[in-house]
């Protein structure tokens, strides 16, 4: 089974706080993806990478960055925390045929 | 702009029943499909993959209809543990792949 796992399940930080989030997974994947859910927003991608030392904006990035020094570890930096930055976050990797297999997510909480 | 459109319900249904859901796509380059479970504040897990030719696992049949761009859910005897949130999801091969998520349909089903 793939297994994708996040670093932390909550998280409470202070606005202008710098976060890190970190996701591994454990199934070779090249893909990986960090996006946000908020309700009635639904699921909007944040960054993505495909490979090593590569990353690609996705439809929010503003506020964000990632790091892919590693190919089983993906991770998601806010540079300075803000309250509307408040939101559950989901790592997931991706398979060659496009199955993507999500972490357990971790939902931070800025004050 | 890629959409994919859900009717967000909830459908209400007693155990037992039948329920259907629908999604429509608007990237006609579209090319992988999938449904997803959201059990509430838990991480999106994949369902089923959906083949043009149509496919069923066990309870659950899903179909694809290209040409009116749109995919299907059928859900056949319905169990108290298949209340969650169903979301449609749909794969362009445009530009970077990145996978399409609808906003889901929550379905409760009742005793």
């Known amino acids: 089974d793939v297994k994708v796992t996040q670093s932390s399940r909550y998280l409470v930080k202070r606005t202008g706080e710098k976060v890190f989030l970190e996701c591994v997974q454990d199934m070779d994947h090249e893909n990986m993806f960090w996006y946000r859910q908020d309700p009635g927003l639904g699921l909007r991608l944040i960054y993505f990478?495909?490979?090593?030392?590569?990353?690609e904006k996705g439809d929010i990035p503003e506020g964000y960055s990632v790091s892919r020094e590693k190919k089983e570890r993906f991770s998601l930096i806010l540079e300075s925390a803000s309250t509307n930055q408040t939101s559950m976050y989901l790592c997931?990797?991706?398979?060659?045929?496009?199955?993507?297999?999500f972490g357990p997510g971790t939902r931070l909480t800025v004050t | 702009r890629k959409e994919v459109e859900q009717d967000p319900g909830p459908f209400n249904v007693p155990e037992g029943a039948t329920v259907a859901f629908n999604c429509t796509y608007s990237?006609?380059?579209?090319?992988?499909f999938f449904w997803y479970r959201q059990d509430c504040r838990k991480e999106p897990k994949l369902l089923m993959s959906v083949y043009s030719s149509g496919n069923e696992d066990g309870r659950f049949t899903a179909q694809l209809n290209r040409a009116s761009q749109y995919i299907s859910l059928l859900i056949r005897d319905s169990k108290l543990s298949d209340s969650a949130t169903y979301l449609c999801v749909v794969n362009s091969l445009e530009g970077y792949s990145t996978l399409t998520f609808g906003k889901g349909t929550m379905l409760l089903v009742s005793p």
């Open positions: 990237n006609s380059a579209s090319q992988s």
């Open positions: 990478s495909y490979d090593v030392k590569m990353k």
């Open positions: 997931a990797s991706r398979s060659v045929s496009y199955e993507q297999y």
